[in-house]
């Protein structure tokens, strides 16, 4: 889980969720609050229709029998009764449903008589629905509604007093259960969210593969211009980038390969007129100094060659292959020993890998006088370690010998051989499979070689 919320994948679903549940959750607040306002002017609406109605349908019944009336007319909602005995208490100001009502009541000449005030004490009820909370949609909020009492006089003088009360669905009943409904919502904003994820981010993850594939080989095949817009423009730059990276290497690789075939004739020719040298120290120090000239044009183009194979990949045995290159190694009499087996079949070059190996065991026996080589898997991926019995390189040159021509002093010289090209070219090679090569000084003396191979590269 946490390496998807790492990914960009992960982070732009979380965002779309979030979003998406945000505004999903927001709209459904403002029309549960728009909603319950319309439902509030339309209950005050139909409460002022039945007040006008109760009040002139009670002052049309004979007095006498107005209480038996009203114990008939009202409902649950609203009430008309006598006014109790005494003199109540007037609110400072009348409320806007009483004035909505007087505006009803008196709005022709014969109806003028009614007065209306509103009364300062408020009936039980109101107080009671105002502390229940009520329930709609998503809004848990306290009900305020209209609720009062009305001192009412009628035309023949008579007071009564009109409570209107709360509805009977002011106090919530029980929550419909919605748990399925939100369940289902949830899932299907999460797909939705996922999908888009996904949809945003593969050609992302396309590009970055096409650029771990340019990596390790350059006649890789190009993008396919498919998508939106934008992606097949980065898809035709990266193509165009690929096409001048392949074309930049083939011309440095023929420029090395004739600049090795040129300059193979002089120096053959060099070689030749040497032999006519009568001073033989002198003669063997030349020949010396051609021999190095010549390693280091066929090793120069080893390199630019290294980092631009056309050798096709396939399954080898690893095991196979370094029985192979140590049986060599020990009939050119090297010190060299094989322990351990991978037991793993892996995708990859062997003319290239066989390079890498050789390099690394030669490197091992010229400096070290011996090669002990160890292989296992660790992690899935093959490990081969080549350790030297020499005196190892000091800590601040292990990263650097990997550089192109560098030499560490103490152990690399003009004498010992060499031109300071073997493990890079080593290092191109196996980062070509997808794998590394890292050199540390054992605890017990000597230099190690860690070669990590990867079963299977998936960048290939």
């Known amino acids: 889980m946490k390496a998807f919320l790492g990914s960009m994948t992960g982070r732009v679903f979380v965002t779309l969720l979030l979003g998406i549940l945000l505004t999903a959750a927001l709209t459904q607040l403002l029309a549960d609050a728009e909603r319950q306002r319309v439902i509030d002017e339309f209950r005050d609406l139909h409460n002022l229709d039945r007040a006008e109605q109760l009040i002139m349908a009670t002052e049309i019944v004979p007095e006498s029998a107005r209480s038996a009336y009203l114990q008939v007319a009202n409902r649950p909602g609203m009430r008309l009764e006598a006014l109790p005995a005494g003199q109540p208490a007037l609110a400072p100001a009348p409320t806007e449903f009483t004035q909505a009502l007087a505006a009803r ?19 039980a009820a109101c107080a009671l629905a105002r502390e229940q909370p ?5 809004l ?23 409570s209107v009360l709360p509805p009977r669905s002011a106090t919530s009943p029980e929550r419909t259960d919605y748990t399925g409904t939100i369940v289902l919502f949830l899932v299907s904003i999460a797909f939705l969210a996922y999908v888009v994820a996904r949809m945003t981010i593969r050609p992302l ?6 650029a771990k594939d340019l990596g390790n080989d350059i006649n890789h095949p190009p993008l396919d ?29 023929q420029m090395l390969a004739a600049i090795t075939h040129d300059l193979q004739t002089p120096l053959t020719r060099m070689r030749l007129r040497l ?15 051609l021999s190095a000239m010549q390693a280091m044009v066929r090793e120069g183009l080893d390199l630019a060659r290294s980092m631009d194979t056309t050798e096709t990949m396939q399954m080898m045995d690893l095991d196979s292959l370094l029985d192979s290159v140590c049986a060599d190694a020990a009939d050119a009499s090297q010190r060299v020993s094989l322990t351990g087996s991978a037991n793993m079949a892996m995708l990859g070059r062997p003319m290239d890998l066989r390079r890498c190996l050789v390099n690394l065991i030669d490197n091992a026996v010229k400096y070290g006088q011996s090669a002990k080589v160890s292989v296992d898997r660790i992690n899935g991926a093959a490990r081969i370690r080549i350790r030297d019995a020499g005196p190892g390189i000091p800590q601040a040159e292990l990263a650097r010998v990997f550089d192109p021509f560098y030499r560490v002093e103490t152990s690399r010289s003009r004498e010992s051989g060499g031109t300071g090209l073997g493990l890079t070219i080593a290092r191109n090679i196996a980062e070509q499979h997808g794998g590394s090569i890292t050199l540390a000084n054992h605890p017990e003396g000597g230099l190690e070689a860690t070669l990590m191979l990867p079963e299977y590269y998936p960048g290939k």
């Open 275 to 289: 032999e006519k040298v009568s001073e033989p120290e002198l003669q063997q120090r030349l020949i010396g100094d």
């Open 225 to 253: 211009l498919t998508g939106a817009d934008e992606i097949r423009q980065a898809s035709a730059a990266f193509n165009a980038m690929q096409a001048r990276i392949r074309q930049y290497i083939f011309q440095r690789t």
């Open 205 to 210: 993850k396309q590009l970055a593969q096409a």
């Open 105 to 123: 009541m008196n709005k022709s000449p014969a109806n003028a008589a009614y007065r209306l005030q509103s009364l300062a004490a408020r009936p």
């Open 134 to 138: 009520v329930v709609f949609g998503l």
């Open 140 to 162: 848990r909020m306290k009900w305020r509604g209209t609720c009062e009492s009305i001192m009412v006089r009628l035309r023949d003088g008579t007071p009564l007093m009109l």
